[in-house]
């Protein structure tokens, strides 16, 4: 049973794809495609897991965030953490979202991260309190803006709480 941790390849992009289409989630090859390509720009790291030599999930390091906050305080952003339902509940999210803090704290004191609302989200929002992030106090941000007391949205993945975290913390 070894795992490995290791950055994303152009060959990649397929089997990621297909691993998710199996369990009936869209993500197509043209996102990791894209990812492979902000990956030599230096807009991105993607870092795979392989259980047993099958991809297994990844997560990827945003180094400029496109949530204002974030951005304008050079605080890198870990995005898109996901994990084969078949193998969560083995620790691999953990592993990732170290390896991501890692990379992170070389340049940086602080790592961000958001997560969605819904229950769809829940071992993510577990996770990442579990991991030592807390919220970054700006509230909820959604469709380019906070959200304020009253005001009416349609709940999706875009409405996000952001959380951060200073190296050293847990």
């Known amino acids: 049973m070894s795992m490995v ?16 289409k199996l369990q ?17 720009q230096r807009k991105r790291d993607v870092i795979i897991a392989e259980r047993n030599n099958e991809f297994a999930g990844y997560v990827t390091i945003l180094w400029t965030s496109d949530y204002p906050s974030f951005r304008e305080n050079n605080i890198p952003e870990i995005v898109d953490l996901n994990v084969l339902i078949k193998y969560r509940n083995r620790g691999i999210a953990t592993l990732l979202i170290k390896e991501a803090e890692s990379r992170i704290f070389r340049i ?19 996770l990442y309190v579990q991991q030592g992030y807390i919220p970054d106090g700006k509230g909820v941000w959604a ?4 959200l ?23």
């Open 5 to 20: 941790i290791r950055d994303m390849r152009m060959d990649d992009c397929q089997k990621i794809s297909e691993a998710f």
């Open 24 to 40: 009936g989630w869209n993500k197509p090859e043209a996102l990791y495609q894209q990812y492979f390509i902000d990956i030599q």
């Open 108 to 126: 940086s004191d602080v790592a961000g991260i958001g997560v969605g609302l819904t229950p769809d989200y829940g071992l993510a929002q577990k």
């Open 143 to 146: 469709k380019g803006r906070y």
């Open 148 to 170: 304020n007391y009253g005001t009416e949205i349609m709940i999706d993945d875009d409405v996000v709480l952001y959380f951060t975290k200073k190296v050293g913390d847990i």
